[in-house]
C-alpha cells in the first residue's frame, strides 16, 4: 500500500531564515505531488504541483519555492521566511488519472517569529 | 473554471441525530467531487468519491454523499452521527475538462460538532 510522509511534524523558525521541508511517498511510481497551505485551520490554498522528476509548477506568487529531485521526493524550500508563512502544510499525492484521488501526509506545523 | 461551496461554517448534531453536511459546485463539465475529514492537526482523509453511475456513494466510517445534478450539490450524510465525527469536513471538485494532473477546488470546510 502506499504511504506518504512529511517532516519535520512541527518547526519553530526566526524571520529571515531559510527553510527545507521534504515529504516522501513510498509504494508508487510517477506520482502527482502538490504542496498545500492551510491558514487558521481552515481554506487549503494550493501552493506548488509536480508531475515528474523536475517539473514544478507554482499557483501563487510567494517566496517560497518546490523542487522534486526525485521520482517520489518532493521539497518545500524558502531562502528567507516571512511571519505571513506561518500555517499547516500538507503535502498529498495522487495517480496521474483525472478520477484518482489524492492522498495528503501528516502535516508540518510552521510557526515563523 | 470550477467552484465548490459549503455554506455551514459549523454545524452542530446531538450524537445519534442525523448529519448532513451541505456542498454544491460548479463546473464547465462533468464533476468529480470528493469528501475529506480532518481532525485536529493532521492531514486530510479521503472519505468517499462521486467519479459517475450510483448518484449514492458510500465511503468509510458509515458516511455517505448523494450526488445530485440538477441541484448542483454533494451533499455528506451519516444517519447517526459519533462525539468521534466532531472534526473539519471539505468538499471538493474538479471539472473533467481539467489538465490531467488534478487541480482540486475544496470549499472551506465545516465544522461538524457532536454531542454527547
Known amino acids: 500500500s502506499q504511504t506518504i510522509h512529511q517532516w519535520p511534524a512541527t518547526l519553530v523558525q526566526p524571520v529571515g531564515s531559510p527553510l527545507s521541508l521534504e515529504c516522501t511517498v513510498e509504494g508508487t511510481s510517477n506520482p502527482n505531488l502538490y504542496w498545500y497551505r492551510q491558514a487558521a485551520g481552515r481554506g487549503l490554498q494550493l501552493l506548488f504541483y509536480?508531475?515528474?522528476?523536475?517539473?514544478i509548477s507554482s499557483e501563487v506568487p510567494q517566496n517560497l519555492s518546490a523542487s522534486r529531485p526525485q521520482d517520489r521526493q518532493f521539497i518545500l524550500s524558502s531562502k528567507k521566511l516571512l511571519l505571513s508563512d506561518s500555517g499547516f502544510y500538507l503535502c498529498?499525492?495522487?495517480?496521474?488519472?483525472?478520477?484518482?484521488?489524492?492522498?495528503f501526509g501528516p502535516g508540518t506545523r510552521l510557526t515563523v517569529l | 473554471a470550477q467552484s465548490v461551496a459549503q455554506p455551514e461554517d459549523q454545524v452542530n448534531v446531538a450524537e445519534g441525530n442525523p448529519l448532513t453536511v451541505k456542498c454544491t459546485y460548479s463546473v464547465s463539465g462533468n464533476p468529480y467531487l470528493f469528501w475529506y475529514v480532518q481532525y485536529p492537526n493532521r492531514g486530510l482523509q479521503f472519505l468517499l468519491k462521486?467519479?459517475?453511475?450510483?448518484?449514492l456513494v458510500k465511503g468509510s466510517y458509515g458516511f455517505e454523499a448523494e450526488f445530485n445534478k440538477s441541484q448542483t450539490s454533494f451533499h455528506l450524510k451519516k444517519p447517526s452521527a459519533l462525539v468521534s465525527d466532531s472534526a473539519l469536513y471539505f468538499c471538493?471538485?474538479?471539472?473533467?475538462?481539467?489538465?490531467?494532473?488534478?487541480?482540486?477546488?475544496f470549499g472551506a470546510g465545516t465544522q461538524v460538532v457532536v454531542t454527547p
Open positions: 471538493a471538485v474538479r471539472d473533467q475538462a481539467t489538465d490531467s494532473w488534478g487541480k482540486f477546488q
Open positions: 498529498a499525492w495522487s495517480a496521474s488519472s483525472r478520477t484518482d484521488t489524492q492522498y
Open positions: 462521486y467519479i459517475t453511475g450510483d448518484n
Open positions: 509536480s508531475v515528474g522528476i523536475g517539473q
